[in-house]
């Protein structure tokens, strides 16, 4: 009898199909994304382009090649041309069933293909029903870009439209964090380690804090992040995404379900946000940003309170945040640690920083610990010290995110994708504060967002790398 944690044996795609090839999404990341892994000899099936525009072949083979040739550090001319040949394009409108009729055509009969959905979200019930028509679900996988649903009822019924056509296990949610080296590296922190294994809990954990900081605005997406801010860019999904991998038991094995499951159970385990725990914030000058509207209220930033009912995280406040056109370019988890019953050799007015794990996934990704050691010389002070890699050791090794997805995907293998019941999960927490929330308070760009964000988290020791006040 082979062990619980055998590899399952899934076919491989034959064919894949990306929805949506004209888009920003392809251009920048999944353009490239198959350029690698036909460069690293992990493609080898034909690639079908489909959009709106009436595009020749020649048009595409430009996007394609602007594409890799901003992107990839060293444009090869021969494995282009050789990603080309296995390259084709149909165009037509995602609401009109010939459309698919079109695409079965260019497919062919492959038995497993897969199709890539980089398309709006209001599209994505209609590209399933159109591919059922003509048979395109059989045996297929149905890869879909967040966000999933605009809040719970919205998720509910998208996964009830595509569970019409495709299987769950067919369906492959992708959010791009996932793949993150630091992410995939968190499990190995969290089980690998037995050191880790008895702090990792409410008796010695006083807090955990999560900031996806970004420098820059909103720039030329005015109109879709006006659409959607970022509670729903980014927090209900990549944030709560790292909530679950930092919080879950440790699975039975190393197998996606029982991976999955665990994430599932801790994000079952979560309350939902109250209102007063909740900071929203707006970057001045967004409204002049194109396509946003003039009195928008939609949030740039986002900060709230998440609790736990169980009996590993309960009355362990977790501090996420959020947010455009703050001081840094950062994406980190500070697991801050509780103080001994009666530190010896810490003066009253001290104020030395607790012990605390950092994870950074942006722009590096690495883990540094801090903790206190004796300051050299004859008196017995204390003084903080922090280990971390070094420059050699830090960044992120291997495959760009979509990369790794889309390879996993091909495969068949998804444990790095999120599953139906953690995506309803996650609405569910935050579904209080999509139509129970405040105004926007508006921030200095270059800040860290509004001054109620610092009041949520300063009973707690404040945000890590913040001057309080």
Same mark, same amino acid.
């Given at each position: ?23 920003? @999404? ?15 000899? !992990? ?48 165009? $037509? ?9 079109? @695409?079965?055509?260019? #497919?062919?009969?492959?038995?497993? *293909? ?9 599209? =994505? ?18 890869? #879909?870009?967040?966000? =999933? ?8 019924? !998208? ?38 294994? %008895? ?11 999560? +900031? ?33 991998? =930092? ?26 946000? &109250? %209102? +007063? ?12 940003? +194109?396509? #946003? ?10 900060? =709230? ?9 309960? $009355? ?6 959020? $947010? ?10 500070? /697991? ?17 920083? *607790?012990?605390?794990?950092? /994870? ?8 540094? !610990? ?8 004859? &008196? ?27 390879? &996993? ?5 998804? +444990?790095?994708?999120?599953? &139906? ?10 579904? *209080?504060? !999509? ?31 913040? %001057?309080?006040?």
């Amino acid at each position: 009898m082979p062990p619980r944690s055998a590899p399952i044996d899934r076919p491989r795609s034959d064919c894949l199909v990306m929805l949506g090839i004209t888009g920003d @999404l392809a251009k920048k990341k999944l353009i490239p994304a198959v350029y690698q892994l036909h460069r690293r000899g !992990l493609l080898n099936i034909p690639v079908i382009g489909l959009a709106r525009p009436e595009w020749a072949l020649e048009d595409l083979r430009s996007h394609v090649r602007a594409s890799i040739e901003e992107s990839a550090e060293k444009f090869e001319e021969a494995e282009y041309e050789g990603l080309m040949a296995n390259f084709s394009y149909v165009a $037509g409108d995602y609401n009109d069933l010939k459309t698919f009729a079109r @695409l079965k055509t260019a #497919v062919g009969h492959p038995e497993h *293909p897969i199709f890539h959905m980089a398309i709006p979200p209001s599209m =994505f019930a209609c590209v399933a029903t159109g591919l059922a028509s003509v048979g395109l679900n059989q045996g297929a996988r149905l890869v #879909v870009e967040k966000p =999933f649903g605009r809040d719970l009822a919205s998720a509910l019924e !998208l996964n009830e439209i595509i569970h019409e056509h495709f299987d769950e296990s067919a369906v492959f949610r992708i959010d791009h964090f996932l793949g993150k080296e630091a992410m995939r590296s968190l499990l190995i922190t969290r089980f690998a380690n037995a050191i880790l294994e %008895p702090l990792w809990r409410r008796t010695y954990v006083s807090s955990v804090k999560i +900031t996806m900081a970004e420098s820059f605005g909103v720039e030329d997406r005015g109109a879709f992040y006006d659409s959607v801010g970022t509670l729903r860019d980014v927090m209900q999904n990549h944030l709560l995404q790292m909530v679950a991998l =930092f919080a879950m038991e440790q699975p039975v094995n190393e197998t996606a379900d029982a991976l999955r499951d665990e994430k599932a159970k801790v994000l079952m385990a979560a309350r939902p946000v &109250e %209102p +007063t725990h909740y900071v929203r914030g707006q970057y001045r000058g967004y409204r002049s940003v +194109t396509g #946003v509207a003039p009195e928008s209220d939609t949030e740039t930033f986002g900060a =709230f309170r998440l609790d736990f009912d169980s009996p590993r995280w309960g $009355g362990v406040p977790f501090f996420l945040r959020a $947010g455009k056109s703050l001081a840094d370019t950062v994406t980190e988890m500070t /697991i801050e640690f509780a103080p001994p019953p009666r530190p010896l050799w810490i003066s009253d007015g001290s104020h030395l920083p *607790p012990n605390r794990i950092r /994870i950074e996934a942006k722009p590096d990704s690495f883990t540094a !610990l801090t903790w206190l050691r004796k300051t050299p010389g004859d &008196e017995m002070i204390a003084q903080p010290i922090t280990l971390t890699p070094d420059l050699e050791h830090r960044g992120d090794i291997g495959p760009e995110p979509y990369e790794l997805l889309l390879a &996993e995907a091909m495969e068949g293998d998804p +444990t790095l994708f999120a599953r &139906e019941d953690s995506i309803e999960e996650s609405w569910r927490i935050v579904e *209080p504060i !999509l139509t129970d929330y405040p105004r926007a308070i508006e921030y200095d760009r270059g800040s860290w967002g509004p001054a109620n964000a610092r009041k949520l988290a300063e009973h707690d020791g404040g945000w890590p790398g913040e %001057p309080p006040g």
